[in-house]
């Protein structure tokens, strides 16, 4: 009876660190995105 909640917790964990991993994910390719149009604009700037 008592191992059945923490199974639940360990899943709800394992979920969780599931969405964490996706977020920073989709954080990071922003991130670079972001970046990238940075040193673009810089390069462009450079350039005229």
């Keep these: 009876y008592y191992k059945k909640p923490n199974r ?15 977020k920073f994910h989709e954080l990071h390719r922003i991130v670079s995105i972001c970046s990238f149009v ?6 462009y700037k450079l350039l005229s």
């Design 8 to 22: 639940n917790k360990l899943k709800y964990f394992k979920y969780l660190c599931y969405m964490l991993f996706f």
């Design 38 to 43: 940075e040193v673009a604009t810089y390069s």
